[in-house]
């Protein structure tokens, strides 16, 4: 079973969509995180989930 760890992003109304672009292109790319979820709030804040897979090393000796 694949297990993914999970960070929480949230961005005020006030952070233009280039600026959360890149946010989640820099985590994309240098943390290895995937979107997993995004939510947008009434007030104009933003809420992104992303994850990524958990790899286990087993020892082999």
């Known amino acids: 079973m694949t297990e993914y760890e999970f960070r929480v992003l949230t961005f005020?109304?006030?952070t233009s969509r280039a600026d959360v672009r890149q946010a989640l292109a820099d985590h994309a790319e240098y943390g290895h995180w995937e979107l997993?979820?995004?939510?947008?709030?009434?007030?104009?804040?933003?809420r992104v989930w992303l994850?990524?897979?958990?790899?286990?090393?087993?020892?082999?000796?």
């Not at 979820?37 to 933003?46: D, H, I, M, P, S």
């Open 36 to 46: 997993a979820r995004t939510r947008l709030y009434l007030g104009g804040a933003r």
């Open 12 to 14: 005020p109304r006030e």
């Open 51 to 61: 994850r990524r897979r958990i790899i286990r090393v087993r020892r082999t000796a």
